[in-house]
């Protein structure tokens, strides 16, 4: 190869390696929470396009992007039952009723295909769910 070939093999390396960084960026921010998104509509947004993994990824995630010195917020996870990210839901907290659709078969409410928008929080610091989930075992309000 001639020294021209180098530069260009150099500078596709180079282009791939931008194309990467830049990938990378991207997906970052595509897994980062909204602004103000509270941490359940988050774990719901990323279980509804990701899944689980059987852990509390996206709660550590959360954590780690929004409010790093949070540390119990995993562990308040599981004292509701939520030892992954699904069961944060099956377990612990719910959507409050007026979110819930209802289904036109069988005339129940359900929740619906994709969760509600989030209702916000005050501090994007804050680990706490917004107004739209309620926890399953009706503890006092205020709890959190
Ligand atoms: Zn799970
Ligand atoms: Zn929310």
Redesign the pocket.
Known sequence: MDSAGMEGAGAARQVVRDAEEYLQRVVAEVMAPHPA??V??YIARMLDEHGCDETLRWAGRFRELRSPRATALESRMQAAGGFCDCEVFSNGYRLRREHLERDIHTDELREPDRPPT????GRLDSTK??T??ESRRRRSPGCW
Do not use: Q
């Open positions: 998104e509270c359940l509509c989030c209702a916000g929080v769910p917004c739209v989930w």
